[in-house]
């Protein structure tokens, strides 16, 4: 499985410019279809904001107990992957029905000196994790909020 994904990946049409392709670009690709049968939802990419705030309705909670959501109304099979998306990082999610969840990060952590996955048996606990590789900036007050808002977003990619 992890030759055919890096095969794909050696697939892809690049572009010499830029070290990474964007998410758009790769689930747009036909090469990738050929190697995994995942689907952007309906509803699309959606935006987030990091906040303070851990109820904020378009936090990290907020978002992701929405993807959690279509799992346990039965318009999803039983898991879903969700691409977590905050430059420079990229995240990759897997929501369950009822847990565990887990969470793939190629990058290297304090603790963790290689790629990992990391399983966590709660919601609360993933969210926890993901908030350490994605903390909220504070630019301070003499910043614009627009432009605090901007440096703290983040998109998500709920794919079944």
């Known amino acids: ?3 055919q994904g890096v095969a794909a990946y050696h697939k892809l049409p690049t572009n010499n410019n830029v070290e990474h392709l964007s998410a758009e670009e790769v689930l747009q ?10 689907s952007l939802l309906p509803a699309g990419v959606r935006q987030g904001v990091l906040s303070g705030n851990s109820n904020h309705p378009l936090g990290l909670r907020a978002l992701l107990e929405a993807c959690h959501s279509c799992l346990n109304d039965n318009t999803c099979n039983d898991w879903m992957a969700v691409l977590i998306t905050k ?14 969840y887990i969470l793939l990060d190629s990058h290297p952590r304090p603790g963790l000196e290689e790629s990992h996955a990391r399983i966590h048996g ?7 994790s993901l ?9 301070g007050p003499d910043v614009p909020e627009m432009m605090t808002m901007m440096y703290n977003s983040f998109d998500v990619y709920p794919l079944v």
């Open 131 to 139: 908030q350490e590789i994605f903390p909220l900036a504070e630019l």
């Open 122 to 128: 709660t919601l609360d606990d993933l969210i926890q």
């Open 1 to 3: 499985m992890i030759h």
């Open 87 to 100: 430059p420079p990082e990229t995240i990759l999610v897997l929501l369950s029905r009822t847990g565990p």
């Open 29 to 38: 690709s036909n090469v990738i279809e050929e190697f995994i049968s995942l």
